[in-house]
């Protein structure tokens, strides 16, 4: 079955650093990635999606690339900011109208 | 108002009694969907419903049932509840698919659950 890892290893960086965050997943390649924010006590909330013949998607201060030959999908913050402490959690669509799977998640803590 | 709701927000129960939970949506998808979250094990999905008329099983659907009782309304039952069903559970809903969207979902608050 396909597995999906994220760092489960608490990440702590410095405020104004970029955060980078990593999603690896077994087998084959999904036709989405989506990466989520989920704060402590709330719903997850959706940030980027990103299809399977991208490379990189940016939003702002965020940069999601994907990487099919090594299946694998780097999150990165640049300027972090202590509002940026939550935990993310990635996620992949195997074909339209398919189902979500999520990642366990990997928590992140900015430092003022 | 949210958009996606749920309620209740917590609640605690005794082994072998029946809990609904229940979620509504004011986002007019067509898509809703039940998880679970417990700690290191991430969101997992129990139940999920494409329409009205469409339910399906999902990763972990033993235990509970679901009701879909209109398009805005989706309700999770456990029939007996065991303490292994303490957790946090989620509703989420998606628009139809399109390349646009990709099943982005949103979800509700959570309902934190706690079976003694």
């Known amino acids: 079955s396909q597995k999906i890892e994220q760092n489960s290893e608490a990440l702590n960086i410095q405020e104004g650093k970029t955060a980078t965050l990593t999603c690896n997943y077994t087998?084959?390649?999904?036709?989405?990635l989506q990466w989520y924010r989920q704060d402590p006590g709330r719903g997850p909330v959706f940030l980027l999606l990103?299809?399977?013949?991208?490379k990189e998607k940016r939003k702002e201060r965020l940069k999601v690339t994907f990487d099919t030959t090594l299946k694998q999908s780097l999150f990165h913050i640049t300027a972090s900011q202590p509002a940026d402490s939550a935990t993310y959690l990635c996620?992949?669509?195997?074909?339209?109208?398919?189902?979500?799977?999520f990642g366990q998640g990997t928590e992140l803590s900015v430092k003022p | 108002d949210a958009d996606v709701t749920q309620t209740p927000r917590n609640r605690i129960t005794k082994t072998g009694k029946r809990i609904m939970l229940e979620c509504s949506q004011t986002?007019?998808?067509?898509?809703m969907y039940w998880y679970r979250q417990d700690p290191g094990l991430g969101l997992r999905l129990i139940y999920y419903?494409?329409?009205?008329?469409?339910?399906n099983k999902g990763e972990i659907s033993d235990g509970y049932s679901v009701s879909r009782q209109a398009q805005a309304k989706f309700s999770l039952s456990l029939e007996s509840a065991i303490p292994n069903q303490t957790a946090l559970y989620f509703c989420?809903?998606?628009?139809?698919?399109?390349?646009?969207?990709?099943?982005?979902?949103?979800f509700g608050p959570g309902t934190r659950l706690t079976v003694l």
């Open positions: 989420a809903t998606s628009e139809r698919t399109s390349g646009r969207v990709a099943d982005t979902q949103y």
């Open positions: 087998n084959y390649s999904p036709a989405y």
């Open positions: 990103i299809r399977e013949n991208e």
């Open positions: 996620a992949l669509l195997y074909n339209q109208g398919g189902k979500l799977i």
């Open positions: 986002k007019g998808h067509d898509r």
């Open positions: 419903s494409f329409d009205v008329k469409d339910i």
